[in-house]
């Protein structure tokens, strides 16, 4: 794995489902982020954008290429990050 | 073939784990999971309840993730196989509009003790109710809301 | 109506115990306890074993004392409304010959609180076992055995 | 309620299920016993017309008009008794 300088972006599909949906009004969107971004610097670049998603205060979940995952993970080019509110099926 | 060799610690390649947007037939459900050699299948059958805290629902959504809830159905019925002296595991999630009495979702678990899918039955629509990703949205009247769970699956 | 009113302290008009010499559907059971106002089914179905103690079972015949068995699961259904916040009770349990893996009884227990479905259900077959006068025997290709019940039902 | 001299007799109706049927090779039996007889006093008279129900042992089960009954239950005229081994349903 070579090392990339931090100004390299890559880009990382975000997935909303459930109320975090209908906060943003979309459930995709194709971000450009830091190669050295987290879920937690994504995520904060997201309540920029769409600032609705402040209402659900630390309750939002994540989950990268469909695994649940905390905020410091760091995400690859093209992953998969879904956000979304505890669930509810069943 | 014995008794034991139905008792798998892995997920058996008999179990099923879906998600649908047609009606589900528990008593289907229930009957794929049986093994010649078993003795008891246990179900849960959850549906659409009309009333939730006095408010009267009129109709429900669900929502999924769909590919990562049939993953996390997936990583539960393994886990139920490591925890639980079952045989088969079958779970199949309803999405899209449903009407008030509507299955949403069906878990049913043969094993050759009947303790032991008691069990796992009941273990596993507490899981499921925590981890995969789907959402319900109740629809009121004068209103919607979706419902949120109150526990954290952080793994 | 409120959402505790379905809760039953005594046998609920809509519960039933049968017997039946025809083939039982537990989808058909399952979904005859579902009342309105209810979250959750549970559902046992029990049925013919194949293998018993390393023996292959050709089929089986249950034989039923009738009228004492519906009275004994009528008892059994107004215990476990007491004992447990459950809606309705279905118990239909089949007499006669049965082949491998045809279902032999069905219990389904209804509640707004599935916990309490899952303990009913699970108390309702353990004391049906114990009490509801139901004999099985068990027919192998040389020869057949009466099997005996090891409780005393003793009340 | 009169009482009766103890040389009076009574009719019960006997039935037998499971296994027990098989050692009586009868299902049904209408028996004449003393107007004071019990479940115990009826077994044991049966036990000498069908042999073949010592085998049970002590295991058997008693049901008067179909309501489990221990041994001393008093017996009515025209009382069914059930005798059965332990059930076996499920």
Known sequence: MTSRPPDETIVVRILFFGGARDATSASEVDLHVPSTATVKVVFDKLTERFPDLQRFGRSLLFAVNREYAGPDVKLEANDELAIFPPVSGG | ?155
């Not at chain 2, 050759?112 to 995969?132: D, G, M, N, Y």
Request: hydrophobic share 35%; proline share 4%.
């Open chain 2, 1 to 155: 073939m014995s008794e034991q060799n139905t008792v798998c610690d892995y997920r058996c390649p008999l179990d099923f784990f879906e998600l649908t947007k047609e009606p589900i037939d528990v008593g289907a459900v229930a009957r794929r999971v049986v093994p010649r050699e078993c003795g008891a299948t246990v179900s849960l059958d959850g549906y659409a309840r009309e009333w939730t805290k006095g408010r009267k629902t009129e109709y429900l959504v669900y929502e999924a993730y769909d590919r990562m809830a049939i993953t996390e159905m997936e990583r539960l019925g393994r886990d139920a196989h490591k925890r639980f002296e079952i045989a088969h595991v079958g779970i199949v999630h309803r999405t899209g509009r449903l009407e008030i009495g509507d299955t949403s979702v069906v878990i049913s678990v043969s094993a050759p003790h009947r303790r032991a899918a008691f069990e796992a039955c009941q273990w596993l629509i507490s899981e499921l109710k925590k981890t995969v990703p789907i959402w319900k949205k109740e629809v009121f009247s004068d209103g919607e809301v979706w419902v949120e769970g109150d526990s954290n699956p952080d793994t």
